[in-house]
């Protein structure tokens, strides 16, 4: 084989192998929320915990969790990255849950929770797992926007608040957790908002997910 020839076969070979990474689900950001209506959403035992205002998510109000039930990869997801944007009330609470499943009733009890809270009483702060591997240094301030990003791949979760890593946690092989944490463990699943509190306000937008190879 001359070497124009063989040039030609590499150049070919590298466009193929391109076009199909360019095709691999890890490359494609897909929105979860539509800044319009809570399509794709489903709300646990108290739905007046969350409206649509200005292109965002509110949450404020008793204790409720709103899970995605969409059709973006059939709201299933194993490894991931999960992007949103937060803003946080003075005083509030509220997590972002992942790899978690619909429930009408109580905390979830399927899945891990990503912190959200900057300035409320709990000194577990933004960003943490929460109960595994916490944060106590807020990470942002209250009545700002702050991006968060969530990256599951295999047994290691990260997290990172404006590009700040503030977690890097790997689940053992062996797992040991007391019976009220049972379900914290790595499985797939979907996402859920959290209303803590009627005295929380919490904002959410522009929340979107790929799914990683």
Not at 125 to 145: E, F, H, I, S
Not at 162 to 178: F, S
């Amino acid at each position: 084989m001359n070497m124009k020839l063989l040039g030609a076969c590499l150049l070919a070979l590298t466009c193929g192998i391109g076009a199909q990474a360019a095709e691999q689900p890890g490359k494609q950001w897909q929105s979860l929320f539509d800044g319009k209506t809570l399509d794709g959403w489903r709300a646990s035992e108290k739905p007046g915990s969350f409206s649509v205002r200005d292109g965002q998510i509110v949450v404020r109000g008793p204790r409720s969790h709103l899970y995605y039930v969409g059709e973006v990869q059939r709201h299933d997801l194993r490894d991931f990255e999960l992007q949103l944007q937060v803003m946080t009330k003075p005083g509030a609470n509220s997590g972002v849950y992942f790899h978690t499943a619909w429930q009408q009733d109580g905390w979830p009890g399927k899945g891990y929770e990503v912190q959200v809270n900057n300035s409320q009483s709990d000194p577990k702060r933004t960003g943490g797992l929460y109960g595994v591997q916490d944060n106590y240094q807020a990470p942002a301030k209250d009545n700002v926007w702050f991006t968060m990003r969530i990256r599951v791949e295999g047994n290691r979760v990260r997290t990172f608040v404006d590009g700040k890593q503030i977690v890097d946690y790997t689940q053992p092989e062996r797992l040991e957790r007391p019976e009220e944490m049972k379900g914290r463990v790595l499985s797939s699943g979907t996402f859920a908002l959290q209303a803590h509190d009627p005295d929380s306000e919490v904002h959410y937008r522009n929340i979107k997910v790929r799914a990683l190879p």
